[in-house]
């Protein structure tokens, strides 16, 4: 459990307010102080604050869903885009003419040679914060030139992954930090990470070192 109700997770916020309204309810009698108005005033406050956590959680999962459409979208819109540049520049069109379509001519949508270097916070029960960093930038939060951002694949229980093969998808990250929500039947197991990029053409880059952190109960 967190320290303080300032430091604790949205969840472990709504038990303590579930497990204060209980004693209160039970036993009346050990709180004197507290007044049935008190009492109603924090049940409401606790309804209120699941119900937009929940409408939080559902209006989160839309959101990367919606950014997962948009960036497909994307990269079927640039690779159309680059296809009709290459067509024209190869049949012979005037550079003039290929200058006026607007489209730039440097290749972005190449791998990238650099690797992805992630990093976990486990100060929060329940919750690990993956935060990651281009290995060719460090002092910048900055996907490289041609990325829509990178990978994130998790692996719960060691022994470590050999591979992606051992681990299972979790995200593509567009901005850095992610964070994942685990169950109270996985604390204290470690969690393994792969991260790679994805760039705009559908390639994706190489791994970069598995970072692992224990999830905290």
């Known amino acids: 459990m967190a320290d303080s109700l300032q430091n604790s997770s949205d969840s472990d916020l709504l038990r303590i307010i579930d497990q204060l309204s209980t004693a209160l309810a039970s036993n009346p009698a050990n709180y004197p102080s507290i007044t049935a108005a008190m009492m109603s005033d924090l049940d409401a406050a606790r309804d209120s604050f699941a119900d937009k956590l929940t409408a939080h959680v559902a209006a989160q999962a839309q ?3 919606k950014m997962a459409d948009k960036e497909d979208a994307r990269v079927r819109a640039e690779a ?9 520049k190869a049949s ?3 550079d003039a003419h290929i200058v006026a379509l607007g489209i730039p001519s440097s290749p972005d949508g190449a791998p990238a040679a650099t690797v992805p270097l992630g990093s976990v916070d486990t100060s929060q029960r329940l919750r690990h914060t993956i935060a990651w960093k281009d290995a060719a ?4 939060k900055t ?3 041609g990325s829509m951002g990178a990978e994130i694949w998790v692996k719960l229980g060691d022994p470590a992954p050999a591979s992606e093969k051992d681990c299972t998808f979790l995200t593509l990250d567009a901005a850095t930090p992610f964070v994942a929500e685990y169950k109270g039947e996985d604390a204290g ?19 970069g070192e598995t970072v692992s952190a224990t999830i905290t109960g």
């Not at 159309?80 to 024209?88: E, G, H, V």
């Not at 197991?189 to 791994?207: E, P, Q």
Request: aromatic share 8%; charged share 30%; with cysteine.
């Open 63 to 65: 959101a990367k869903s």
């Open 80 to 88: 159309l885009a680059r296809s009709i540049r290459k067509l024209c």
């Open 92 to 94: 012979g069109v005037a």
């Open 137 to 140: 930038s460090l002092d910048k």
């Open 143 to 145: 996907k490289p030139r």
């Open 189 to 207: 197991k470690m969690a393994h990470y792969m991260l790679r990029w994805r760039m705009r053409d559908g390639s994706v880059g190489g791994w």
